[in-house]
C-alpha cells in the first residue's frame, strides 16, 4: 500500500475505533484541533507514563514539577520568547493561504518551446475558484498580465522568468515579502475587556503614525499581558531556587516536567504532527560547567535508546545533528531524533546543551540568584563519560548550572509510535485486517477478558481475573459479546492489545485460562493467580533505562 494510502487508513483506524476526534466536529470542526477518545487517551496517558518512570522514578536525582500554563510577560520577555520565538511569514494573495517561507510551494513554470517566455501553472480547487482567481489576477494583483484558463489550470502568461519578476525567495508569484510572526498565543488577565483599552487608546492618541498608536497600545495592555506558554521549559527554570531549596538537590540533577504548549504555527500539518495547542515532556537536568558535554552525551544516548526500545522498525528513527546556524545563539549544540513519517523524516524531539543562557537571563531579570557552590569540586562519581570532562577547578567555585534540555513532543511520539505499529496483515484466503503492534506498554488495553460463551458460570471467574489485573493499575476489559472467540481477537489486534485472556470449560475444572499473544497469535494456559503477574511481566520486565 502507498504510504499516502496507509496513513489514511491509520487516520480512518484512529478516527473509527476511538484514538482521535476532529475537534468539534459537530460544529464543522476547528483546524489543528483535535480530541483523544477513549483509546487515544489510554495511549497518550502511557506514552508519557513510560518516559515519566524512566526519567523521574527510575532515577534519585530528577523530581517532577507543575508549572502555570499562562505566563507573565515578564518571564518570556526575560527568556527572549517575546522578542525571538518568531517565524518569518507570508502570505499568497490569490489563495490567502499563510506559508513559511521555505515551505511555499514552489512555482511551476511551464517554458515555450525555445523561448524564454512562457507560462505560470497555478491549480485551483474547482473551476468556480479557477474562474474567480483568472478575474483577480486580471483586475487587481496583475493588472494587463495575460491570463488563461483550462479547467482548473490558471495560466499566468509570462515573457521572461527572471528572479526580478517575481520573489526569488518565495518560489510563488503572489506571494507577500517576507515579516516576522510572533509564535506565542497573546491574551490579557483583566476584567476590562482589553478591545475597549485599544478603541480608547487610540481615540485618545493625537497621531495618525500607526507604530505610535501601536506602542501607545502596548504600554497600556502591557500590565495584564500574559501569554500560553510555548514550551514547558521556563516555569522548571524560574523555580530552580524553590526546587533546590525544597527538595535539597545537589548537582547534576534534573527538574522533568509534561504538559501542555502553545504556538500559533503559520502551517498546521500532517494531522496532529503541528497543532498550535500539544503537549512536551521535558527534561531539564543542571549539570557543573565541567560535567556538561558528557552529560549532553548521555542524554542524547539515553533518549535515543528509549525511541529504539518501543519501535518496531529501528531503520525509521535517526538522529541529526543541528548545524551552526539552526541553533539559538546561546545553545551549544542540538540532536534531534527524527522518525521517518509517510511524508518523510520528521523532529520528534529535541535534545539540547543550552548553557546557562536561561537561568542567567532570569537573574538578570529578577536580581534572584541561581548561583550554586561547590565547595570541592568534583566529577560525578557514576559518570562513565569521563572523556569529555573539562577542566575542573580546584578551589571552592561558584558557577550558574548549565541545563542539558531534552525536550520530546507526547503527540507527535504518539503518530509516530501508531505510524510504527500500524501493519496489514495478509493471510491466505483470508480479508486483510490490521494489527496495530504498539509496544505493551503503549498499549491503550492492555488485556482483553473473554469468556467462551455467555454462560453464568463463566462470570465469576471473568470478575476474579479482571479484578487482579485492575489492581495492578492494568487496563482491562470484558469481552462477552456472541462474537466467535477468532472475531474478537482480531478486533483487539486493531486496537493494539497485547493480551487476550480466554475463559472456557476447562477453566471451571482447573483454575486455567488461556493467555494469546497478539504478535504470534500462540496461546498457552496458565494458572488464573499467575495471570497478572505474568502479564505485568512481559510488560515491565525489561524496563530499565542505562543509568549514567
Ligand atoms: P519544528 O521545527 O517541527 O517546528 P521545533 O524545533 O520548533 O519543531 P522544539 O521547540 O524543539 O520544536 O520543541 C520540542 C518538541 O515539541 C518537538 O520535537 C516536537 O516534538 C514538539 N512540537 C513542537 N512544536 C509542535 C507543534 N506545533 N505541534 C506538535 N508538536 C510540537
Redesign the pocket.
Known sequence: MAQAQRFRALLDLCKRRGFLFQSAEIHGGLRGAYDYGPLGVELKKNIAQSWWRRNVYFRDNVVGIDTSIVTPHNVLKASGHVDEFTDALVDCLLTKERFRPDKAPPINFKQDKGQSSGKISIISPDKETAKLWEQKIQNELAPGAVVTRQGKEVLLHVKEMTTTTYEPATNSPFLTDERPFNLMFKTFLDPIDPIDRVIKTTIENDTSDARTIRDQVDNVLRPSTVYLRP?TAQGVFINFNQVMRTMKTKLPFGIAQMGK?F?N?IRLEHA?????E?E?LELEYFTAPWESSAWFQYWQKDRLAWWLEHANNKADIRTRNHEADEMAHYAKGCM?VEYKFPWGW?????VANRGNYDLTQHMKATGENFEVLEDKPIVSSHLKETALITSVPQEPTRFVPTVIES???L???LLAFLCDAFQQVQEPGKESRTVLKLHPRFAPVKCAIMPLTGNAEFQPYVEKVARSLRRQGLYTVIEAQKLRIGKRYYRHDEIGTPFCITVDHQTLEDQTVTIRDRDTAEQHRIPITDVSSIINEKIWGDEAPELE
Not at 520528521?346 to 529535541?350: D, L, M, T
Open positions: 514550551e504548549s504556538r504555527e496532529i504532527f503541528r497543532t498550535p500539544f512536551q534531534d520528521g523532529e520528534v524531539e529535541g525536550s520530546c513532543g503527540n507527535r511520539a
